[in-house]
Each structure stands twice: as structure tokens, then as C-alpha cells.
């Protein structure tokens, strides 16, 4: 599907259309749109601002495979009042409730926790919460993330990428548990700090849409996966069969060795984790497994 965008009057939003996150999320019942690449180009409606307002311009990306009018994908520009600290989602939330309340999203928590408002923001990757509209250049081009089926607006069907993370397992097995009721999981300090940046994973799909790989090969588990499996692998709390079986599906055709090492995945994450890092270090478990030397 296309992003760039030729001219268009402006339509008038559909009144049934819901704007809450919690109906944007709904929207998986619906078919999933095109799948969304990054630099094709579409429409554009603009909302003129005030003359004597600071504003920012944002170009919003827009479709709607349920209204006629708006199955042709195509940019709406939005001129939004600034205010120190205003963040992407900030902005698009000012759009949704003063100009265009059909304007769909996902939100949540606004602290960077739920993951839930990742978008693709003058190029990359970014979740919408975390992101400072005076970071950046406009107009400031915010579009659903590429790679992915668009099922609305800035919707993304994320079902591919959950069942990615649920390949892989991603909950604690351990093969003995302590024998009191109250009594915790114990952890050495050192491992905690092996596992700790592995464990700040949201969830947001950033590192998946930006993974060349992921693109290319719908079967690849993907870095968020990987990572999952490797905050439970290294964990010294685990069942040695549970480690062993987590190894065995990592190590497999669309596993680790399907990752070429380009950091795309490391540079988006929200979170800052190592994600290559991890996975190179899952390919030497991988390997040391197989060796024998008898």
C-alpha cells in the first residue's frame, strides 16, 4: 500500500465511526486492509490553523476498507496547537478530538508500558508516547507500521506477530518449585542482571516491523520472539528439558540463523534492549548444544 500523497477535498468523518482505543482494537474483527509498505504515496486532506496559534503540521495516514469514500488510502494534514512536552500521541489524540473524530489508534497507559501506540513517525519506528513532537522535523509524517496489515487508519492487525511471541513459549517452566506456599523463586543476583534488559520487552511489534527478515519470510519468529525465548533460556530458575525444548525451536530453519545481524531490530527498540545481542548469543547456545566430543 502506498504513502505519499496527490490532493483531495476534505470528507466529512463518518458519525458511527468510534475513535476510542478501545474500539480501535475491536477493528481486528474486521478484514485486514492492504499490507502496508513503507513509501507509496495517497491523498491528502488539510485542516488550516489558526493564524495567530504556534502549531505543529502532521500528516496523518488514513484508511477505511469499511467507508467507500476512504478505501483509497491517503494522508490528512492536521495543524495541532504546541505545548511544551507534547508527545506524537498527544498530537494525533488533539487531531482525533478537535478535527476528526473518526481518526482511529491504539492508546493505553501514555507512559511507554502498554505498548499499544507503536507508529511508524518521519521514518521510523517510534511509539507514539515516548516521542517528542519537538524532536522532530515537520511536517511530521506519522503512518500505521510498515510490513504489517493495515486495518485502520493507524491500526495494524498484530495477530501475526502475537502468535510469533507464542511460538516461542513465553512463560516461566521450572521443573521443581519451592516447597512452601509463600515461599519465592530464587534468583541469583548475577543471572537477574544477564536477563534483565530482556524482560522490558512491551510487546509494541517496533522491532518486527522494522526486521527485513520478518518482511520477507512470514515464518521467521522474529526478534520480539527470540528475545522472549532467550529471557527465559538464560533464566536459571528453568526446567533443563523446558530450556532444551526452547533451544530446539529457535535453532530451527526460521529461527536464529534466519537473523543477518543488522541491528535494525537494536535501533528501533523502544525499551533499548540488545535484541541482536540476544539473539547472537541464542545462535552459541544453539550451537554448543549440538557439539559433542565423544
Same mark, same amino acid.
Given at each position: 500500500?502506498?504513502?505519499?500523497?496527490?490532493?483531495?477535498?476534505?470528507?466529512?468523518?463518518?458519525?458511527?465511526?468510534?475513535?476510542?482505543?478501545?474500539?480501535?482494537?475491536?477493528?481486528?474483527?474486521?478484514?485486514?486492509?492492504?499490507?502496508?509498505?513503507?513509501?507509496?504515496? %495517497?491523498? !491528502?486532506? @488539510?485542516? /488550516?490553523?489558526?493564524?495567530?496559534?504556534?502549531?505543529?503540521?502532521? $500528516? #496523518?495516514?488514513?484508511?477505511?476498507?469499511?467507508?467507500?469514500?476512504?478505501?483509497?488510502?491517503?494522508?490528512?494534514?492536521?495543524?495541532?496547537?504546541?505545548?511544551?512536552?507534547?508527545?506524537?500521541?498527544?498530537?494525533?489524540?488533539?487531531?482525533?478530538?478537535?478535527?476528526?473524530?473518526?481518526?482511529?489508534?491504539?492508546?493505553?497507559?501514555?507512559?511507554?508500558?502498554?505498548?499499544?501506540?507503536?507508529?511508524?513517525?518521519?521514518?521510523?519506528?517510534?511509539?507514539?508516547?515516548?516521542?517528542?513532537?519537538?524532536?522532530?522535523?515537520?511536517?511530521?509524517?506519522?503512518?500505521?507500521?510498515?510490513?504489517?496489515?493495515?486495518?485502520?487508519?493507524?491500526?495494524?492487525?498484530?495477530?501475526?506477530?502475537?502468535?510469533?511471541?507464542?511460538?516461542?513459549?513465553?512463560?516461566?517452566?521450572?521443573?521443581? %518449585?519451592? !516447597?512452601? @506456599?509463600? /515461599?519465592?523463586?530464587?534468583?541469583?543476583?548475577?543471572?537477574?542482571? $544477564? #536477563?534483565?534488559?530482556?524482560?522490558?520487552?512491551?510487546?509494541?511489534?517496533?522491532?518486527?516491523?522494522?526486521?527485513?527478515?520478518?518482511?520477507?519470510?512470514?515464518?521467521?519468529?522474529?526478534?520480539?520472539?527470540?528475545?522472549?525465548?532467550?529471557?527465559?533460556?538464560?533464566?536459571?530458575?528453568?526446567?533443563?528439558?523446558?530450556?532444551?525444548?526452547?533451544?530446539?525451536?529457535?535453532?530451527?530453519?526460521?529461527?536464529?540463523?534466519?537473523?543477518?545481524?543488522?541491528?535494525?531490530?537494536?535501533?528501533?527498540?523502544?525499551?533499548?534492549?540488545?535484541?541482536?545481542?540476544?539473539?547472537?548469543?541464542?545462535?552459541?547456545?544453539?550451537?554448543?548444544?549440538?557439539?559433542?566430543?565423544?
Amino acid at each position: 500500500m502506498s504513502t505519499h500523497p496527490p490532493q483531495q477535498q476534505t470528507e466529512e468523518p463518518a458519525a458511527e465511526q468510534s475513535t476510542e482505543s478501545a474500539a480501535a482494537a475491536s477493528d481486528h474483527d474486521h478484514a485486514a486492509g492492504p499490507r502496508r509498505d513503507v513509501g507509496e504515496q %495517497t491523498d !491528502d486532506t @488539510e485542516h /488550516e490553523p489558526d493564524a495567530n496559534e504556534d502549531t505543529r503540521e502532521i $500528516k #496523518v495516514f488514513r484508511y477505511d476498507p469499511e467507508v467507500e469514500a476512504k478505501q483509497e488510502p491517503r494522508f490528512d494534514t492536521f495543524h495541532v496547537p504546541f505545548t511544551k512536552g507534547m508527545t506524537v500521541l498527544d498530537a494525533v489524540i488533539y487531531a482525533r478530538d478537535h478535527f476528526d473524530p473518526s481518526l482511529t489508534f491504539r492508546h493505553s497507559c501514555r507512559q511507554a508500558v502498554c505498548g499499544s501506540d507503536a507508529f511508524f513517525v518521519n521514518g521510523q519506528q517510534r511509539l507514539g508516547c515516548k516521542t517528542q513532537i519537538s524532536d522532530l522535523e515537520e511536517p511530521i509524517r506519522i503512518e500505521p507500521l510498515p510490513h504489517q496489515d493495515v486495518v485502520k487508519d493507524l491500526v495494524v492487525d498484530m495477530d501475526h506477530f502475537y502468535e510469533e511471541m507464542e511460538a516461542v513459549d513465553p512463560y516461566f517452566d521450572p521443573d521443581e %518449585t519451592p !516447597d512452601g @506456599e509463600l /515461599e519465592e523463586q530464587r534468583q541469583s543476583r548475577a543471572n537477574r542482571e $544477564k #536477563v534483565k534488559m530482556s524482560t522490558r520487552c512491551i510487546w509494541c511489534g517496533a522491532c518486527f516491523s522494522s526486521c527485513n527478515i520478518a518482511a520477507g519470510d512470514n515464518e521467521y519468529l522474529g526478534p520480539a520472539a527470540l528475545n522472549k525465548a532467550y529471557r527465559f533460556a538464560m533464566d536459571e530458575r528453568e526446567g533443563d528439558g523446558k530450556t532444551q525444548e526452547r533451544l530446539e525451536t529457535i535453532e530451527q530453519e526460521h529461527g536464529v540463523w534466519r537473523c543477518q545481524t543488522q541491528f535494525s531490530c537494536t535501533n528501533v527498540c523502544p525499551k533499548d534492549i540488545p535484541l541482536t545481542e540476544h539473539i547472537q548469543e541464542l545462535k552459541r547456545e544453539a550451537v554448543k548444544k549440538n557439539l559433542k566430543f565423544w
